[in-house]
Structures are given as structure tokens and as C-alpha cells.
């Protein structure tokens, strides 16, 4: 078995055929055959159904594939250690759902822009998940509130301070933050997530009590539902979202707290992290975003 070869199973598992697969790596269809072939005397188990046209990998085949991919990015990340300019290998990414639209994506983008061979994989999740899958190496590193105290093994990477902001309708009258969270109803954002129980901890410190209304875990159909005139909420103003759909300009934003409270955003990885160069360089792509934004 060589890495060679399993590189082939990937590529006949990505491009469908034998030939394809050859197109691709740079091998003639009986090459192709004899990786294959070589491989399923190695292992004594059959990779490919060759009843079928084309022939089809059998599960046995498919399962390796995934392992094949894995040994074939870690490859390249280890020549890519030999080169001081581009990054190769895959890193897996975890970024909470508030992140996803104006953070990441340009982040990614310029990204891959500078490094072209580098796969990456996006999961999205509440902060104290994707902690424990960074720590147990489900995932390589994740964009998420930064809590007050670094979690057993993780290592936090600060990104942005994200200002906490009293949103409310236009036309409400109070002048302060503490008034508005008094006369209205109160939209929490999801206490499931750390920025919520930040909020939550936040208000109770000032001794302020909302009366509840709803709790729901996305931003903007929090700006939506204090648009429409169904309460008041306290929200992270995030980089490169400021006020500009039709429902959110009409909103009235006032600080909350004096001095002005915030969400800090991090980049968490695991110590001694295998792929610190990968996440070295999504981080300041990430710095780069919010800063700009």
C-alpha cells in the first residue's frame, strides 16, 4: 500500500470511472486497474464491484476512501511545512451561527485566495460545542465567543469586540437603555449560547428584570421581530452588519451599559495544535475582516 494508491481510490471515488480517474492523476486506465488491484491484495478485501458499468466501489472500498482522504491532506500538510509561502492540507472549522454571513465567508475567500490547495470544512454550532469538538479533535479550530476563562487544553486567539447594543422600534421614546428594557417586552437571544448567558449575567448585574417575551438563537430575526414593533432586545453589533436591510435601519440601537458592554470573538484551537500554521493564518484573515468591518 502506498499513498499513491490511495490517492487513485479517491479520484476513482470523486470522478465515477476508471478512466476519469486516470484523466485526473495523470495514469493510463490499466494503471489505474493495477493500484486498484494491488490495493484489494493488500488488504484481502474487494474495493470495487466490477459487475457493475462503470465499475462501483463496494462499501468496503467507500470507507476507505474517507480514510485515503484524510492520509492524502496529511500529506500536504506536511510538505506544505517545507514551504514558507502557500498551505496545502484541510482544516476543519467550526464558527457559530451569528459569524456565518458577514465573517467568515469574506475570511475564507481571501483565504483560499492566498492559498489555493488548502480544503476547508465548515460546521456551525453553539460556542460550547465546538469547544468540546475542538478539544476533542473533531475539529481543528472554532469561531466563537470568547468565554471569560480558557477552557482545559484550548488556547484563545482574540478576533473582535463586538459592542452590545439595545435595539428597538423606531418610534419607541425612552432615552435610555435601562428605560427601554422596563417599558417593553423583551426578546432574549438564545441563553443556550455564551453571548446569551453574557447578556443574561449582564442585565441581572444592573438589576434589571425584563419582562420575557420570546428567545430565539438567530440575530436577524431578532432585528426583524423588534422592527415589527413586538418588543426590545440586547444584540452584538457585528463586524461588517451594520444597518442596512430596510427592517434593521428603521431600528433604534442606543449602547448598552456604561461604559459600553461587549462580545469578545476568538479563534479556539486545541494546544500544541498539529495545524497552528493553518489556523495562524485563518486568524488573520479573521482580524483582517473584522477590522475592516
Do not use: C, Y
Not at 34 to 39: I, R, S
Not at 81 to 107: F, I, K, Y
Amino acid at each position: 500500500m502506498n499513498l499513491r494508491q490511495l490517492r487513485t481510490l479517491v479520484a476513482i471515488a470523486e470522478r465515477g470511472s476508471f478512466t476519469a480517474a486516470g484523466n485526473a492523476v495523470g495514469l493510463s486506465h490499466s494503471a489505474i486497474s493495477l493500484h486498484v488491484k494491488a490495493l484489494e491484495e493488500d488488504l484481502g478485501i474487494a474495493l470495487v464491484d466490477r459487475s457493475q458499468r462503470p465499475p462501483r466501489l463496494t462499501p468496503r472500498g467507500a470507507a476507505l476512501v474517507e480514510q485515503a482522504r484524510r492520509m492524502a491532506a496529511l500529506e500536504d500538510e506536511i510538505r506544505a511545512l517545507g514551504s514558507d509561502q502557500a498551505l496545502a492540507g484541510s482544516l476543519a472549522v467550526g464558527v457559530v451561527p451569528t459569524e456565518m454571513v458577514h465573517l467568515l465567508p469574506p475570511a475564507l475567500a481571501r483565504l483560499r485566495a492566498l492559498h489555493p490547495k488548502l480544503a476547508i470544512r465548515v460546521r456551525t454550532g453553539l460556542s460550547s460545542e465546538l469547544a468540546q469538538m475542538v478539544r476533542g479533535a473533531e475539529l481543528d479550530v472554532a469561531v466563537a465567543t470568547r468565554p471569560d476563562i480558557a477552557p482545559e487544553g484550548l488556547v484563545l486567539h482574540d478576533i473582535a469586540r463586538e459592542p452590545l447594543v439595545v435595539i428597538a422600534p423606531g418610534d419607541a421614546t425612552e432615552k435610555t437603555d435601562a428605560e427601554l428594557i422596563a417599558a417593553h417586552p423583551f426578546i432574549w437571544f438564545s441563553r443556550k449560547t455564551w453571548a446569551g448567558q453574557q447578556i443574561e449575567r449582564l442585565l441581572h448585574g444592573r438589576g434589571l428584570r425584563p419582562t420575557e417575551a420570546m428567545e430565539v438563537d438567530s440575530l436577524e430575526a431578532i432585528e426583524s421581530l423588534v422592527a415589527h414593533g413586538l418588543g426590545v432586545s440586547v444584540v452584538p453589533e457585528r463586524p461588517g452588519a451594520r444597518p442596512g436591510a430596510p427592517l434593521a435601519a428603521t431600528l433604534r440601537r442606543l449602547p448598552f451599559g456604561n461604559p459600553q458592554a461587549a462580545r469578545h470573538l476568538a479563534l479556539i484551537e486545541r494546544d500544541r495544535n498539529p495545524k497552528a500554521r493553518l489556523a495562524a493564518a485563518l486568524h488573520a484573515q479573521l482580524v483582517a475582516v473584522a477590522e475592516a468591518g
